[in-house]
């Protein structure tokens, strides 16, 4: 019965209904909103660590709250200038995604062979990629070892050749495989450029086991592309349209669509960093977590339209609430990620590494951009718009 | 009762958890080949099909392919001009008849002075094929029935095609004739196959009878090229750009590929074989029979109504090989388009089923590991398990609903499926943060008035922020459903099956859940 008691005292505590008040109060007072650029509360002056050294020993424990007023006191002495962070950072991924190094493309656009093995022992990785190399003529090859557990060999590899530029599909009418030829005039069907690979795999990993051979002819690389580009464009509109619908306010919808677009150029600059190549699979990833990180947009948008100062503080409290819970949104969903990427790990499938590795780098992109770009912007038009309403 | 038992949403829940998990047990749910090993093959048609042409293509190939005595084969027209073709098998010389049968456009036509009187579609039936030994390898015969007005037209066709004297005409029987294309012979087997005879062995020429040998240029004329030229390292190629037309080589030549493929002139390399004619390879000649005054001068109505295709192989199992695939492709019928293959993927069984299980322990992992987070952000259980319960229920529903409509879990769905339950506890985190600490200042006036209202308030607010990211997330995943893209449709379906059932479902039974958990306090 005791053991109850102290349980509902502690969940009084957490939901925040009764110290989240208090602790929240002093932020969000009128009179201190009224001049909030100059005169700021001395909570809210303070840095964000001591901020936290100032809340109540019984919400310490809690994590939100540090949160929150830390947010709070950002976005109330700085949000003029916030923005710079992610204008700086997207200038720089400009660069990064489209300059150097570059976002490539990968085998579903150019063509190539992807072969996954297992190996009782671990794979020399340097070794393996110089053996394909030497062996096929091709300077980009990936080999990426990989590790498993439970029944099964332990260790294995995923090697990764796309074809390159001067290698071209030559259909043959007798033999049923392409044929490709490089411009140095010898050629290679796909049969025996395949063979090749495993020979290489063979040499350096003799009890390669387990084998999975992919293989794209570039012959499909444009389909492919032109697929790719109309889902990305349709998926934009929809999604437009979409939040449109849900806000009925353009300037706010075009904040978030930026943000969505800026959102992918992080993603596509976070690939280019870690030479993750544009497949049909990584735009899809792409999209969805274009999708995905309009999510954290909406909860600030809900959170600054359609909430009124009498029932949540100021703006500048209610982006910070929505900063908390859009936070530990990002939190589980970055588990759930983690989770995959170590699912490809563990099935040497280089496609879900990179699909993993993408959805990470989305939600890291996002969690900058929302609230590091989109609330300093929404906050600024929020206080535009109700003044001159 | 307990009270939360009363409410719809909640007893929605339970039912349409309890349905799914029936249709997994019953109705089974089925995996890709992905987990159960196996290959996808991917053709590309040489131009855009229109959908009925598409329709028909799938019809033929999979024809075709279950004349192979495969099971479980998954045939798919996917947009306009692509085909997938999912196969049970990783075996490669299985694989490597179905490329042969599939890859044959299969226009079957015979040819007599160059005017075509029998096409594929003239054949009612195919014969079981006939094999014998011959002196080297084996010698093949593959009968065929005309229907009555193939019997006509290859009346017609022939008639009077022996003069007086016993000379009679020859009907040449391709399949995929180079119709409009550019022959280009290198000099020395222009020298070789001057001669050629009825079957396409050179070293029968030597000791053919004088009246099966046949010059070169009769065999070339009966092929609808466009042109053809007998080529050496002085041919100039720029006459084949006035030409315009598909080009047809050997791999001598293939000098001249750079050059054709700066222009963008499409071509076939053709090598090869030895002992055998390259030109009966290079224009898909399959047969040619020497008429007889008995075939040409009969009456109509005793016009023969049965053909023979003949053929050489070096063993037994060749020649069955040869006939079988022959028969296949006479019997489906033609194409709409001639195809190419573009994409090979080989996964063995037991690499599948490890993959499987690794899946199934990670999706089970990443849920416990979803669920501590939960638990340690609000450190109260009974706000922590729910949120559990309703990922584990929606990842059963997804299931379920794969299960309903006959779905094949593959790779991606599996993706989508972890993606869509994880960014799906988003969605309890707006709800249970909303009813928490939503609109903390009104409710310190409301205190008195009843909390009960105010939290259902916001729980309708919070489901604002549920719907609208729900839409958005679904809009960014439309496009890729309607893609058709084999590789990525699976993924957008478990992703957007998976937030609708979290936002028709799932979500309104958690607020409620939170309502009573909180409204007890």
Redesign the interface.
Known sequence: MSARNAERRSVAKTSGIGPINTTAAPCTSPEREADSNSTNSPIAIKSIPNIISTVPPAVKSMRSPGVLMAFEGLYRKHYKILWLIPAILFVANVFIAFVYPGIKLGVDFRGGILVSFASDKPVPADKLAAAVKAATGVAEVTVVPTESFGTGPRYGGIVEVVYPENIKLVPESNVQTPQLTAGTGSELTADQFKQKVLEAIKKVVPDAQNIVIQDVTPAIGSTFWNKAMNMAIWAFVLMAISVFAFFRKGIPTAIMIGSAIFDLIGMLALMALFNIPLNLDTITILLMMVGYSIDTDIVLSTHLLKRTKSEEGDEFSRAARAATTGLHMSGTTLVAMLFILAVGYLTRNLAVMRVGAVMIFGVLADIVITWFLNAPVMITWVRKHASAA | MHPLLKSWRVRLLIISVLIAALLIVFRGVQFGIDFKGGSVL?F?FDRPLTPQEMQQAVLIIEKRLNWTGLSSVRVRGW?D??VVIELSTDNPQEI?RI??SV?RQGKFEAVVDQKVVLTGKDIAAVKPPIITPAEIGYTWKLPFVLTPEGVKRFYTGVHGKCTPDGRCAYVFMYI?RPVGKVLLIPKDIAQEENVLTTIPELKAVEQAPADQRIPMVEFLKNAGLKKWFIVDRNFNPQVLLELNAPV?LA?EE??L??FL?EHNIP?????K?PGESWIW??T?LRSVVHLTPDVTNVTPEHASNELVITGWAKNYEDAKQKTETLRIILESGALPAGL?????????A??GE??F???L???F??MI??SI??AT????L?IAVPISITVFSEIVMIFGFAALIGWRID??SM?GI??S???G??DQ??IT??V?????????KERETGEKKSIWKKIR?AF??V???A??????????LF?G?P??VG??LT?IVGVLVGVLITRPAFGEIIRYV?SR?
């Open positions: 991917i590309q947009g001009q692509q490597q490329k042969e890859l995929d047809i791999p293939n000098y590929v750079p493929q071509y076939t390399l053709v090598p074989q390879a290079a898909n190419q293959l573009v994409s090979e993927r080989r996964i063995p037991k690499y490890q993959a299980y690794t899946f322990i990670t999706i992992l990443a590991a979803v987070y939960v952000r609000y450190k109260d009974r790779i991606p993706i972890i993606a339950t994880g960014t506890v988003d985190i707006v943060d909303e928490l600490h939503g609109g903390a200042k009104r409710e310190e607010r604002f922020i719907w609208a990211t839409s958005a997330l679904i809009m960014a995943m439309l496009p890729v893609s893209i590789t990525l993924f957008a992703t909180v306090k």
